[in-house]
């Protein structure tokens, strides 16, 4: 669900910024060097960027680009951007770059550059602690909650068929967490960082990965053909991974230890 | 099969035929969902008509009646028309149900019991006591207002040939209500095949889930969505139908 919102917005943000875009970007280009850099975050999708109660936008990508910005020594101001115009935002000049979950695709890299990623998006498993199911195929015959056309859908559908009455579809993630904490089915299946977050709040679930799932990556976003920014970016990331504070600022939202798959 | 191109260039049935096991089981739980709820809601709320009525001129019967009775009733009415029935659902397959039944922690059932229900019955058993519930609250005040158009003389003559109250109710007042009530009560039916629409938002798999399913599917609406309200649409004429025979059936006496 999210990733198909996300390309339709994309498409929409192409549209809408085209058309008054061509003279702001060439000032904003020329204004990133010198001042602090504008990084645009939809602050809706926890645990990656989202409002707390005191209305600051916090979450891992916020931490990682804070991160990167120390490590290369350069200021940032973050701006709560909804995700429909995030696109536009960076077309016309007003962010310089865009950190919000956004998923790496060809299509994408035809309009955009992305750093290496910087998250290892992939499916993941959802089930009660006591509960013996090691990958998707044990799932077989069982009853299983997923968001309404997501890629979990497609994964599931495709695995049990699309109207087996074993495949529970719900509308948010936070639905299909709550249907399995209450008994309701023996799995749900979503996006990792999002399932697992939910379920580190919920000490009577655990996650469990199937390798067989594809492997897809989070990367920051710039304008096409901002090469010393996007050097900069890369640099940091690499650096923050060797030195040990991404596997912190992982720890710190996805309650257990980052390793690479 | 025909080739999709074949049929108007906007409309895919194909993909219709592909869903129809989920189209076709969604519109007989629609049904027999709607058949329960009517039962299990007429019964509740003519329970709560009569509580809301309950009056008695003696003390301690005054207020037993007053505080047990009527306080009571007329708070669960107000409740049940003044929130939103898609929240009452939530609340009660989130929230209320997994008080009661729940593998590991249910106040009523728990273990093994359990986890059959919920995996196999959750959600319609939540649907079913949401919707009557709510829908009870609705026909209590139709059989309220039904029972009030009697006229007071009517539940005196009965008194006087030596029923009961609750005898002069059951023989003499009710059956005179209930043709009045009949044609608001098939408002409620029809307003209850409709609600069971959103018992999809727990995943239970009505024709609303069939269709949410398909256009999530295949981004496509003119389709499934056009075929279910066909569907709800026939199922509510039916209904309709079989209440104006009713109706007929009953006006009997008037014609002859």
């Known amino acids: 669900m999210l990733l198909s919102r996300r390309i339709f917005a994309l498409g929409f943000g192409l549209v809408a910024s085209l058309s008054f875009s061509a003279a702001a970007l060439a000032q904003g280009s020329a204004n990133a060097q010198a001042r602090e850099l504008v990084v645009a975050s939809s602050a809706t999708y926890a645990p990656f960027a989202f409002e707390n109660k005191d209305k600051q936008i916090v979450g891992f990508d916020i931490d990682i680009i804070q991160a990167i910005a120390k490590q290369q020594g350069f200021k940032i101001k973050i701006i709560n951007t909804p995700w429909s115009g995030i696109f536009a935002a960076l077309n016309n000049g007003d962010v310089d770059l865009v950190i919000s979950g956004v998923t790496i695709n060809d299509k994408r890299r035809q309009s955009y550059d992305f750093t290496a990623p910087y998250f290892a998006a992939h499916q993941l498993i959802a089930v009660p602690k006591s509960s013996t199911v090691a990958t998707l195929k044990d799932l077989s015959g069982k009853k299983i909650a997923v968001v ?19 495949i529970r579809r719900f509308e948010s993630t936070p639905l299909i967490i709550s249907e399995l904490a209450g008994g309701g089915v023996d799995a749900a299946i979503g996006d990792n960082g999002v399932i697992a977050y939910r379920v580190s709040q919920n000490p009577a679930l655990k996650t469990v990965e199937d390798p067989s799932f594809p492997e897809e990556g989070f990367g920051i976003v710039v304008r096409k053909g901002e090469k010393p920014l996007l050097d900069k970016l890369n640099a940091g990331l690499a650096a923050i991974r060797a030195d040990g504070s991404y596997g912190d600022i992982y720890k710190k939202w996805f309650a257990k230890e980052y390793k690479a798959r | 099969m025909m080739e999709p191109e074949l049929w108007f260039g906007w409309f895919r049935p194909d993909i219709l035929v592909e869903y129809r096991q989920l189209f076709l089981q969604g519109a007989w739980m629609t049904l027999g969902m709607t058949v329960v709820c009517v039962v299990l809601g007429g019964s509740w709320g003519l329970v709560l008509a009569l509580a809301r009525l309950a009056q008695s001129r003696h003390a301690p019967w005054s207020w037993i009646c007053r505080f047990l009775l009527r306080w009571p009733s007329t708070v669960y009415v107000s409740f049940f028309r003044g929130t939103p029935l898609f929240v009452q659902i939530l609340l009660m397959h989130f929230a209320v149900m997994p008080l009661f039944i729940h593998p590991v922690s249910g106040l009523l059932i728990d273990g093994d019991l359990a986890r059959t229900l919920k995996q196999e019955h959750g959600a319609l058993i939540s649907g079913i006591a949401a919707l009557t519930l709510n829908s009870a609250a609705y026909i209590s005040e139709v059989f309220r207002a039904g029972i009030q158009s009697i006229s007071k003389g009517q539940f ?7 029923f009961t109250p609750m005898q002069v109710m059951r023989y003499v007042v009710l059956p005179q209500a209930f043709r009045r009530m009949l044609p608001p009560l098939g408002n409620n039916m029809i ?13 239970l798999a009505e024709m609303a889930y069939a269709a949410r399913t398909v256009a999530g599917a295949y981004a496509r609406y003119w389709e499934p969505y056009l075929a279910i309200s066909l569907a709800y649409w026939l199922m509510t004429l039916a209904l309709t139908t079989l209440l104006r025979r009713l109706e007929w059936h009953l006006a009997r006496s008037d014609r002859s």
């Not at chain 1, 309404?148 to 074993?166: H, L, Q």
């Not at chain 2, 005196?156 to 030596?162: E, I, Y």
């Not at chain 2, 307003?191 to 995943?203: E, F």
């Open chain 1, 148 to 166: 309404n056309a997501s890629t979990a859908d497609d994964v599931a559908s495709r695995e049990f068929g699309k109207t087996s009455p074993n």
């Open chain 2, 156 to 162: 005196d003559a009965g008194r006087s040939l030596g």
């Open chain 2, 191 to 203: 307003a209850l095949l409709k609600d069971t629409s959103l018992v999809s938002a727990i995943g």
